[in-house]
């Protein structure tokens, strides 16, 4: 009889918004026939009534009693304000004043409803057993309006709640995904500087073009967004930028390949993914190799999944001083568990070909 009280929406648009509040409308008279159905068998039984008469008569009461308190409840919200800072719901003393109100008048309204539709005069009280049948049903409308109106009250606060939790939840992980990419930025520069201050003083041409390198690669990072994802094809752009910055200084020690197809460029990922892990292959692979090596850079999707390989054919895993522990590693993992959970995972290996060296995978939910 009584509706669903409480405002559950998410951000939406005013015509998306409309659309929802039409359905919940809609849902809430349903069920208001579905109440009156159910209540007009049972008296029926009970009291021995016509059948079809007493069911046109509660789904009538239960209608009209639906449509005055789900009215009511909206008036005295907006004039009374809301007494728990959800829309539409004035609390709790206001709304048992209107679940009483809009009981009566939903008993009142729907009996003369159901006298026209039935061609009946029920509102004619001859003598004091008909005043004892119009108060027993109206205590029979009543009660079933507060506690219906009691169980779809908390069923609303527990989903505020759980939609309040989640989007702390959700808060929570992009702060912790900004606050891991700003540590690991720094990380990156001063990795770059301490490689430009060493070339500084043994090749100043070189020195001088990769610093114009590092000036275009700050540029364009600082001009990208700064949201919790971004095309995978930007993060391919980024890592080759950042590739592009190293050759600068490793010059024929180090060559590149990078394989991303069409379909999966604008599959959204989180940004820094790649780039600590080929910064990990340069440093651990390539720099130690005195003939350098070639770094490839692929994306693939296996069924449900997305694929991201990085590797190197630099010394391999067994001559590393570090196997899967680097910083950069640990924040690509950190990253991925706070926005996957555990349905991502980045695993580092030994190539297991005639060219050696390590493979860096991660494997991850492919988003639409």
């Known amino acids: ?13 005013p015509g998306q918004a409309a659309i929802r509040r039409r359905k919940r409308y809609l849902a ?11 209540a007009g068998l049972s008296i029926a039984f009970v009291r021995q009534q016509p059948l ?32 728990d800072e959800r829309p539409g719901w004035p609390g ?56 219906i109106t009691y169980f779809f009250n908390a069923r609303s606060v527990i989903a505020d709640r759980e939609a309040a939790a989640q989007a702390a939840q959700r808060q929570a992980a992009e702060s912790r995904l900004r606050l891991l990419e700003a540590q690991l930025e720094p990380h990156m520069f001063f990795n770059t500087l301490a490689n430009l201050h060493v070339l500084i003083g043994i090749d100043p041409p070189r020195a001088q073009a990769m610093l114009d390198q590092l000036i275009a690669f700050l540029r364009a990072t600082l001009n990208g967004s700064r949201a919790t994802e971004h095309p995978l094809g930007a993060e391919f752009s980024r ?23 069409d379909t999966l460029a604008d599959v ?7 780039q600590p892990l080929v910064e990990n292959a340069i440093k651990h692979g390539l720099e130690p190799s005195v003939v350098g090596g070639r770094i490839e850079v692929r994306a693939a999707r296996e069924g449900d999944s997305l694929t991201l390989t990085v590797r190197d054919t630099g010394v391999g895993l067994g001559q590393r001083v570090t196997r899967g522990t680097s910083y950069g590693l640990q924040h690509v993992r950190e990253r991925l568990a706070t926005v996957y959970g555990g349905a991502a995972s980045l695993s580092l290996d030994a190539a297991n070909d005639g060219d050696g060296g390590t493979l860096a995978i991660i494997r991850m939910p492919l988003k639409q």
């Open 239 to 261: 890592t080759r930028d950042y590739l592009a910055l190293m050759q600068v200084r490793m010059e024929d020690r180090l060559h590149t390949h990078f394989d991303l197809p």
């Open 268 to 274: 959204p990922v989180p940004p820094l993914l790649l």
């Open 28 to 38: 809430r008279a349903l069920r208001s026939v579905v109440f009156g159905v159910v």
């Open 92 to 147: 709790w003393r206001w709304m048992t004043a209107v679940v009483i109100v809009g009981g009566c008048l939903g008993m009142l309204g729907g009996t003369l409803f159901g006298d026209t539709l039935t061609g009946h005069h029920t509102l004619i009280f001859s003598d004091a057993e008909d005043l004892r049948h119009l108060l027993g049903d109206l205590l029979f409308v009543l009660l079933p309006a507060l506690v």
């Open 52 to 83: 079809a008469t007493t069911v046109v008569y509660s789904v009538c009461i239960s209608l009209a009693c639906w449509f005055f308190i789900e009215s009511g409840r909206y008036l005295v919200a907006t004039y009374v304000g809301t007494g």
């Open 1 to 13: 009889m009584l509706p669903a009280i409480g405002n559950n929406s998410v951000r939406a648009s």
